[in-house]
C-alpha cells in the first residue's frame, strides 16, 4: 500500500506562485511514473504533469512553461512549482503514483488539494 499527501493549495492572485507538495509513503525506488493531475469544477480530471523514473517530464500544452515538476528521491516528495497563476488553474490539484510489478500496474491518488486563482 501507498500513501500520498499532498499540500501547498491555496487562494492566489492572477501572476502569483504556489508549489505543491506530495509526499509518498514508500521509497521511489518502486515507482515507476508520478505526476499531477487536476480537476475544476465541472469539468473532467486532466493531466498537468508527469515525471517518469528515467527523468524525462510530460506537460499539459496549457501550463508549459509556467508548471514545473521535480522529485525529492531522499524525501520522498514531489513537487509542482506554479507560476504565472492564471484564473483557469483553479482546480483542486491531485498527485498520483503509478507502481508495476511483474504482471500488475497499481495506481494510487492522494486526497487533492484546493488551488484557487482569482483576484
Known amino acids: 500500500q501507498v500513501q500520498l499527501v499532498e499540500s501547498g493549495g491555496g487562494v492566489v492572485q492572477p501572476g502569483g506562485s504556489l508549489r505543491l507538495s506530495c509526499g509518498v509513503s514508500r521509497s521511489s525506488e518502486s515507482i515507476n511514473a508520478m505526476g499531477w493531475y487536476r480537476q475544476a469544477p465541472g469539468k473532467q480530471r486532466e493531466l498537468v504533469a508527469g515525471l517518469i523514473t528515467s527523468g524525462r517530464t510530460t506537460y499539459a500544452d496549457s501550463v508549459k512553461g509556467r508548471f514545473t515538476i521535480s522529485r525529492d528521491n531522499n524525501k520522498n516528495t514531489m513537487y509542482l512549482q506554479m507560476n504565472s497563476l492564471k484564473p483557469e488553474d483553479t482546480a483542486v490539484y491531485y498527485c498520483?503514483?503509478?507502481?508495476?510489478?511483474?504482471?500488475?500496474?497499481?495506481?494510487?491518488w492522494g486526497q487533492g488539494t484546493p488551488v484557487i486563482v482569482s483576484s
Open positions: 498520483y503514483a503509478e507502481i508495476k510489478v511483474p504482471g500488475a500496474t497499481f495506481l494510487y
